[in-house]
């Protein structure tokens, strides 16, 4: 039996393997960012906007809970039979969103994305953190959410650039079934379960195990929880602006290929960035990192209020982006150095339970406020929130040792 090893370079084909297939995962996302908001307006004729950010809160609730339980079952159900359900669950949903009739099916199909995005997005993250081992694991993250969130960013436009020429629907979704069968045929044939690189880990680990690792995630340890309340804020605006940036460009009078530019701009500097800030945060203080993020995403999303054309617009979603880069795979490679081996699947299924919850209050806080105060408003309190996250990092986190 061959002994197992961790590190980037001595898993290279599974890890890369892993890439391709969370590539495939992010643009299932990318499937909806940029025309779903269209949808409810122009084939369903929803005009409150919290009834069109409805789709996200469907979509965050229902991944958060999927990250939490995916955490939670990795251990005894296996990493990879999670990432084959995932998939069997992605497989149905542009054929739901292409013979919708209703808004209730294009709900439906937000509740089967959030439970399959809980169960791949999730799983592919902790096998490439189990084959690397604890030195890389910035890298690892960097590379993950680069691959996954280009690939939003790269379906994004695709969906804009086919609505604009051949309407919303359907042929934007047929990406999204090649999308599906390719991830799952994949994961089926060539990807690998990595319970033994956590046992071979977990050997050398001086972490000790917390007794209640949702509690110790959530709020009394202080670097768990001040990275814990920033993703969910990190998430909070990213879900405002997947909702109503699209909207707000529509009221600009831009046309569905530059929204499609704009909308797509944003993730593509979030995914491209991550391959730099991974690796940073394997050497840089991860808290400023964490500080800096966050309080870059603020300030874009606060000028997004006095943006009216096309460049300026095109210049804040590439900060807001850059913003995004430095917390995602920071967040991540902070939970993992900060826990034990054999608790690292539950403390990040705790970590994105909450994190991806903060699309829903996302979705919710601004759906709201655009509807009462209008959308200047939604974006100028969510631009605050951002602002605020930062300085709990600044004040509450210590410092790590890289």
């Given amino acids: 039996m061959m002994e197992t090893k961790l590190g980037l370079k001595e898993n290279w084909k599974q890890f890369g393997l892993l890439v391709i297939v969370n590539a495939f995962v992010g643009g299932m996302v990318g499937l909806e960012r940029s025309i779903i908001p269209q949808l409810a307006e122009t084939e369903f004729g929803i005009s409150s906007k919290s009834a069109i950010l409805s789709f996200i809160v469907a979509f965050g609730i229902t991944k958060a809970i999927a990250n939490y339980f995916t955490g939670k079952l990795a251990n005894r159900i296996g990493r990879r039979n999670l990432l084959i359900i995932g998939w069997l669950l992605a497989l149905p949903i542009p054929f739901v969103i292409i013979y919708a009739n209703n808004w209730s099916w294009i709900i439906f199909a937000n ?4 439970i399959s995005q809980g169960l791949t997005w999730s799983s592919t993250v902790v096998m490439k953190m189990d084959l690397v081992g604890e030195k890389q694991r910035g890298l690892a993250m960097g590379i993950n959410e680069f691959a996954g969130y280009l690939a939003v960013g790269i379906v994004a436009f695709l969906t804009g650039f086919i609505a604009q020429n051949y309407g919303v629907r359907p042929y934007p979704f047929y990406i999204g079934i090649v999308i599906a069968v390719l991830g799952f045929l994949l994961t089926i044939i060539w990807v690998k379960d990595t319970k033994t690189h956590v046992s071979q880990e977990a050997k050398n680990s001086t972490i000790t195990n917390a007794e209640n690792v949702f509690m110790t995630t959530t709020f009394t340890d202080k670097t768990l929880s001040s990275v814990t309340q920033a993703g969910l804020v990190n998430n909070l605006n990213d879900g405002m602006i997947w909702g109503l940036l699209p909207i707000l460009l529509l009221q600009l009078k831009l046309n569905n290929q530059n929204i499609g530019i704009i909308t797509a701009i944003y ?3 979030w995914g491209i960035g991550q391959l730099f800030t991974g690796k940073m945060s394997d050497i840089y203080s991860k808290k400023k990192m964490l500080f800096w993020g966050m ?16 460049y300026f617009l095109a210049i804040l979603s590439a900060f807001l982006g850059i913003g995004t880069a430095l917390v995602y795979p920071t967040f991540l490679s902070t939970i993992a150095q900060a826990t034990n081996p054999n608790q690292r699947a539950e403390s990040i299924g705790t970590f994105r339970l909450w994190r991806d919850l903060g699309y829903a209050f996302g979705a919710i806080i601004s759906g709201i406020t655009a509807d009462i105060f209008g959308i200047q408003y939604a974006i100028l309190l969510i ?3 951002t602002i605020c996250s930062s300085v709990i990092i600044q004040i509450r986190m210590p410092d790590l040792k890289n």
């Avoid at 509740?111 to 959030?114: D, E, S, T, V």
């Avoid at 309080?295 to 096309?310: E, V, W, Y």
């Fill in 267 to 269: 993730p593509t500097f």
């Fill in 111 to 114: 509740i089967l994305l959030g």
């Fill in 383 to 385: 631009g605050v929130i």
């Fill in 295 to 310: 309080f870059l995403q603020g300030i874009a999303i606060i000028l997004l209020i006095f943006a009216k054309d096309f």
